[in-house]
């Protein structure tokens, strides 16, 4: 008798000792080195990382032929020597982020022109007449529910999107 309420305290404390475990590992997820909870970037943060240069990726696999017809051997985005001095330089990569009444956009400019990279309408909206791009103008319709609508569209100038927003009367 004395074994099995033995055994059964100790099962118990294991146990116990279990789920204080597992609590404190779940609890730690998501913190970071301080112990605190990450916060949500503000608008402004949103908009400096948007607005910051990016190269878009090398999509070329290594061993694959790229456009240039060479083989690529080295890590994707590395030129060798002999590419070098045939390989055009990359373009700097812009998006902008635009938030309007009826809702948001990101847009950036790709070869064909504008492109809507995501958009988001605001609570009491939908989107309508979405031309995304890549044109010589994207667009996107916000229509509320008994609120005005906006229309956004963006353009492209010397390879930088800009985004104009103006309020309809449909």
Same mark, same amino acid.
């Given at each position: 008798?004395?074994?099995?309420?033995?055994g059964t305290t100790i099962w118990v404390l294991l146990a116990g000792a279990a789920v204080v475990g597992v609590f404190s590992v779940l609890s730690g997820i998501g913190a970071d080195t301080e112990g605190s909870q990450p916060?949500?970037? +503000?608008?402004d *943060?949103?908009?400096?990382?948007?607005? +910051?240069?990016? *190269?878009?990726?090398?999509t070329t696999p290594p061993g694959?032929?790229?456009a240039t017809g060479k083989a690529t051997t080295a890590a994707p985005g590395a030129q060798t020597p002999s590419d070098a001095h045939s390989s055009p330089a990359r373009k700097k990569h812009h998006r902008v982020a635009k938030q309007t009444t009826g809702g948001s956009v990101v847009a950036s400019c790709k070869p064909g022109g504008a492109y809507l990279e995501s958009w988001s309408p605001a609570p009491g909206y939908d989107t309508d007449d979405v031309h995304r791009g890549p044109a010589r103008v994207a667009s996107i319709e916000f229509e509320g529910d008994d609120r005005p609508d906006y229309l956004v569209s963006?353009?492209?100038?010397?390879?930088?999107p800009t985004i104009h927003s103006v309020m309809t009367d449909d």
């Amino acid at each position: 008798m004395r074994s099995i309420i033995a055994g059964t305290t100790i099962w118990v404390l294991l146990a116990g000792a279990a789920v204080v475990g597992v609590f404190s590992v779940l609890s730690g997820i998501g913190a970071d080195t301080e112990g605190s909870q990450p916060r949500p970037m +503000s608008q402004d *943060e949103i908009s400096r990382e948007l607005a +910051s240069p990016t *190269e878009p990726p090398d999509t070329t696999p290594p061993g694959h032929t790229p456009a240039t017809g060479k083989a690529t051997t080295a890590a994707p985005g590395a030129q060798t020597p002999s590419d070098a001095h045939s390989s055009p330089a990359r373009k700097k990569h812009h998006r902008v982020a635009k938030q309007t009444t009826g809702g948001s956009v990101v847009a950036s400019c790709k070869p064909g022109g504008a492109y809507l990279e995501s958009w988001s309408p605001a609570p009491g909206y939908d989107t309508d007449d979405v031309h995304r791009g890549p044109a010589r103008v994207a667009s996107i319709e916000f229509e509320g529910d008994d609120r005005p609508d906006y229309l956004v569209s963006v353009q492209c100038k010397n390879g930088k999107p800009t985004i104009h927003s103006v309020m309809t009367d449909d």
